[in-house]
């Protein structure tokens, strides 16, 4: 008789897949899959898991075959899917920022503002989400679903394309200008209204949202040990940001201590020189895993 998990959870086949990965791997969780497999093995008995393309995910956590799983709020909105938002973990392949769906044509194009489209033809894969901005603006436009390489179809194809950007690398090797934004999106933790409801399966979802945050969190920041004279702490703690409250322990040495502490990873190059000219002795940076608030 085969073991049946607590809950199973979906993962998003694609661009988010090996970041996702990644991620799972921080917060404690090993994913084991080869290339062409859609059912990955993890370290825990108590979640099965299948890939699916992220585009798909919301409709198959709706209907429960997923308890649980990971999709953009983008494709959420563009299937109207009602699910439980457990958590919003902004990550993307490319950066630690949320993506945009844009609306853009080609750099000399005529159109610059959305009415400017009227009669005219958008490609996208977001026709769902395209349909109602359009509607919103007042804008009668024929929208059309693209399979994909969705840059090269302006201006020959069709007038203007919605579609993803996280850099906006594509968009200028293709010459094209944003006109407006449709929608941000970013990585969203769901699950089943009937999963959420059951006690068991809800603290599983629980303790998986709160390790895949920390993980996110722990990626922006780093932990630094030091020693310092007594006599010294003082100006230590003018170098650290207000923000931070180190850990102060009283070494074997009753005229040293031990601080440690947790900064943004981003101006820990600028304060640990201070620190050193400030008295600051054995100074190690550290990586993070994991912060939980």
């Given at each position: ?242 923000l931070y409250k180190p850990t102060i322990a009283q070494l074997s040495d009753p005229e040293w201590i ?8 981003e101006i820990v190059r600028e304060i640990i020189p201070d620190l050193k000219k400030s008295g600051a ?13």
């Open positions: 008789m085969s073991h049946q998990p607590l809950i199973m959870l979906g993962l998003p086949k694609g661009s988010l897949e090996e970041s996702t990965s990644k991620l799972f791997a921080k917060a404690g969780w090993k994913i084991k899959q080869s290339s062409r497999s859609y059912r990955p093995v993890i370290d825990d008995p108590e979640i099965g898991a299948r890939m699916i393309r992220a585009q798909e995910m919301s409709r198959y956590v709706e209907d429960g075959f997923f308890d649980v799983g990971l999709t953009g709020l983008d494709w959420i909105i563009e299937n109207n899917s009602d699910v439980v938002f457990v958590c919003d973990l902004i990550y993307s392949r490319a950066s630690n920022t949320p993506a945009r769906w844009i609306l853009a044509v080609p750099a000399q194009s005529s159109i610059n503002r959305p009415e400017d489209l009227e009669g005219k033809k958008i490609a996208t894969e977001l026709v769902n989400t395209t349909h109602k901005y359009l509607a919103e603006k007042n804008v009668q436009a024929r929208v059309e679903f693209s399979w994909g390489a969705t840059e090269v179809k302006v201006p020959e194809l069709v007038d203007a394309i919605v579609e993803l950007t996280e850099t906006g690398n594509s968009l200028r090797a293709n010459n094209l200008r944003i006109i407006d934004t449709i929608v941000e999106t970013s990585p969203r933790l769901i699950a089943n209204r009937r999963s959420w409801e059951n006690k068991e399966k809800r603290s599983k979802i629980e303790a998986i949202s709160i390790l895949l945050q920390g993980a996110l969190e722990s990626e922006k920041k780093v932990g630094v040990k030091l020693n310092c004279p007594k006599e010294k702490l003082d100006d230590l703690l003018q170098v650290l940001p207000a031990a601080l440690e502490v947790v900064i943004d990873e002795q054995g100074i190690i940076e550290y990586p993070l895993n994991k912060i939980i608030p």
